[in-house]
């Protein structure tokens, strides 16, 4: 599972392997987004929700990274 070890060590990531973790970070996002369509309303409020938001926290916070490595360039 690349893109969890890669997100552990998100700080110390080279820039490009850092735009790489954000590609697979949106990739899982949107495939889990499909996966989770079908949930019954009960299983999406524990289950599928919370792990989307996570997610989508995590791509938020690669894309900081990314977005502060670049301002600190100019």
């Known amino acids: 599972m690349f893109w969890l070890k890669a ?3 998100r700080e110390s ?3 490009a392997q850092l735009e790489r973790l954000l590609s697979e970070l949106k990739d899982q996002v949107e495939r889990y987004r499909i ?3 079908n949930y019954p ?3 999406m409020e524990q ?3 919370p792990f989307l938001d996570d997610l989508e926290g995590r791509v938020t916070k690669v894309a ?3 977005n502060e ?3 600190s360039r100019n």
Do not use: F, K, T
Request: no cysteine.
């Open 41 to 43: 309303p009960d299983r």
């Open 64 to 66: 900081q990274i990314i």
């Open 69 to 71: 490595r670049a301002a």
């Open 7 to 9: 997100y552990n060590r």
């Open 35 to 37: 996966a989770i369509r």
């Open 13 to 15: 990531l080279s820039d």
């Open 47 to 49: 289950y599928g929700r």
